[in-house]
């Protein structure tokens, strides 16, 4: 089993800056990829960035420029710089870790970010 606790998550000002934090706990060896997705009300959960642990980088096209995703393996965490927040990004964001073995993928319990305008 893997567990992800997500952190850093509030409400900002459109424009502003959170950087979100999660930590990777268990059987961790299992993990290549790393990432976070997001979930706005009414809607589906859709990915947001992703990261391997040789550090390859995927970025949904809404967030290219803005965010940046990033990991750093002797601390099993990942982390997602969010700078230049617009109001739709809010949404409930998840930390994703995807198993190597099986592709089964663990999920954190979520972190709200609201940006009002």
């Known amino acids: 089993q893997v567990q992800l606790v997500e952190s850093g998550g509030g409400l900002v000002q459109a424009g502003g800056s959170l950087r979100l934090s999660c930590v990777a706990s268990?059987?961790?060896?299992?993990?290549?990829?790393m990432g976070w997705y997001r979930q706005a009300p009414g809607k589906q959960r859709e990915l947001v960035a992703t990261?391997?642990?040789?550090?390859?980088?995927n970025y949904a096209d809404s967030v290219k420029g803005r965010f940046t995703i990033s990991r750093d393996n002797a601390k099993n965490t990942v982390y997602l710089q969010m700078n230049s927040l617009k109001p739709e990004d809010t949404a409930v964001y998840y930390c994703?870790?995807?198993?190597?073995?099986?592709?089964?993928?663990?999920w954190g319990q979520g972190t709200q970010v609201t940006v009002s305008s």
């Open positions: 990261i391997t642990k040789g550090g390859s980088t």
């Open positions: 994703n870790a995807r198993s190597d073995f099986d592709g089964f993928d663990y």
């Open positions: 268990g059987s961790i060896f299992r993990i290549n990829a």
